[in-house]
């Protein structure tokens, strides 16, 4: 199997409900994996929040900076990259074909 294209319709409604609801310039992490099929290209598996935005409730941005401080954690040994969420979804369309 040397064309491999990852099935990622899943992630793509994810992006599309996430665009339409917080709009094209939310800030993402793309999370990036290689499988063993084709170990010379990485493909757009996953993606977390970028940094929260502040806003009037305090309380909130805490609550969500410390999940984002955690979710970086978790990414920090896989290739990631900042985009916005409009790159993320042109990108995922690309690697699908």
């Known amino acids: 199997m040397n064309n491999v294209s990852y099935d990622n319709e899943r992630l793509l409604?994810?992006?599309r409900q996430d665009m339409?609801?917080?709009g094209s310039d939310l800030e993402v992490i793309a999370i990036y994996?290689?499988?063993?099929?084709?170990q010379d290209k990485y493909y757009i598996t996953d993606y977390v929040?970028?940094?929260p935005v502040h806003d009037s409730d305090m309380d909130i941005y805490e609550?969500?900076?410390?999940?984002?401080?955690k979710e970086l954690e978790t990414i920090k040994f896989t290739k990631h990259e900042e985009m916005t969420i409009r790159q993320l979804y042109n990108r995922l369309l690309k690697q699908t074909h």
């Open 49 to 51: 929040w970028g940094e």
């Open 33 to 38: 994996s290689i499988f063993p099929e084709d």
């Open 20 to 22: 339409a609801e917080f």
């Open 13 to 15: 409604s994810e992006v």
């Open 63 to 69: 609550e969500e900076f410390e999940i984002h401080k």
